[in-house]
């Protein structure tokens, strides 16, 4: 027999009176479409505590899973880009921008900044995919750039957080010039003896992937990120060939020799940190 006894049959609720939960205490995975409560995943480092898929964060994110306490410097944080082509697809590109930048609150595709990670200093560049797809433009390649330079004069290691379509078309010529220029900072910063890690989350592709992002001392990725240049469909075209299963995740692209070691994102600042002491002694 029921504990309580109903008075009335069924339930009615105003539609007035019904209440909503707040926007941003549920998320859903997208690899098993479970609920996840915001406060779990912030707490599980933003990895599905169900299928330990690793969701998709930004800057600030990954600032806060890396940095000791959250605490850090941003470097360069005011630079923003030009339109040097005057260029126009559905709307003008500075008029892109603008709407970009107050949707997302970042000034660009890539945040710096400069603190401890387990005690150690770290320069760490960590790219924004919400940006406009994280495409490379005239501003991430100056951002690296400039974060290098800070490295090499404060003798800093550098970590780069890849995550990105591409080159941005808006820019053209401009945004290609940027594969180049950061690859010659990174040889500057060899050269210097400073450690350089690369760290490619999902998705990284296009110019990123040839450039910086595969030019590491160690280069490292989260597991099942894609990592690629062309995209699957564009060399299926050109190859008239199936693609094998799970090509360009990172497990298939680590099997191929071109990546040192994938990590999980909740055991990512220890590896980090053991391989900054490591190198330190």
């Known amino acids: 027999m029921a504990w309580f006894k109903r008075e009335k049959k069924?339930?009615?609720t105003l539609t007035e009176e019904k209440k909503e939960a707040?926007?941003?205490?549920?998320?859903?995975?997208?690899?098993?479409?479970?609920a996840l409560h915001s406060a779990d995943l912030i707490e599980n480092k933003y990895v599905c505590h169900y299928c330990d898929y690793h969701l998709r964060v930004g800057s600030k994110e990954y600032f806060q899973v890396l940095f000791d306490h959250n605490e850090f410097t941003e470097l360069f944080p005011n630079l923003t880009s030009g339109d040097p082509?005057?260029?126009?697809?559905?709307?003008?590109?500075?008029?892109r921008l603008v709407d970009t930048m107050q949707k997302t609150g970042l000034k660009d595709a890539i945040r710096a900044g400069v603190g401890k990670i387990d005690g150690e200093d770290l320069v760490i560049a960590c790219m924004d995919f919400n940006f406009i797809g994280g495409s490379m433009g005239s501003v991430v390649g100056e951002k690296i750039a400039r974060s290098i330079d800070y490295s090499i004069k404060h003798k800093i290691p550098f970590l780069m957080i890849s995550k990105s379509g591409g080159a941005r078309m808006m820019e053209a010529a401009f945004s290609l010039m940027q594969m180049a220029k950061t690859s010659a900072k990174?040889?500057?910063?060899s050269q210097a003896k400073i450690p350089y890690i690369s760290l490619l989350t999902d998705p990284t592709t296009g110019g990123v992937t040839a450039s910086y992002a595969?030019?590491?001392?160690?280069?490292i990725a989260e597991p099942g990120a894609l990592i690629g240049f062309a995209?699957?469909?564009?060399?299926?075209?050109?190859?008239?060939?199936?693609?094998p299963k799970g090509f360009q995740t990172a497990e298939f692209v680590q099997?191929?020799?071109f990546l040192d070691f994938i990590v999980d994102r909740r055991a990512m600042k220890a590896k980090l940190a053991?391989?900054?002491?490591?190198?330190k002694n």
Do not use: Q
């Not at 082509?85 to 008029?95: G, I, Q, R, V």
């Not at 995209?231 to 693609?243: H, N, Q």
């Open 10 to 12: 069924g339930i009615s």
């Open 231 to 243: 995209g699957p469909r564009v060399i299926k075209e050109t190859i008239k060939k199936d693609l």
């Open 186 to 189: 990174l040889a500057l910063l």
């Open 85 to 95: 082509l005057n260029f126009t697809d559905s709307k003008p590109y500075t008029e």
């Open 214 to 219: 595969m030019l590491g001392d160690i280069n």
């Open 255 to 257: 099997e191929h020799g």
């Open 274 to 279: 053991t391989f900054l002491k490591m190198v």
């Open 22 to 34: 707040p926007d941003g205490l549920w998320n859903k995975c997208p690899n098993c479409k479970k």
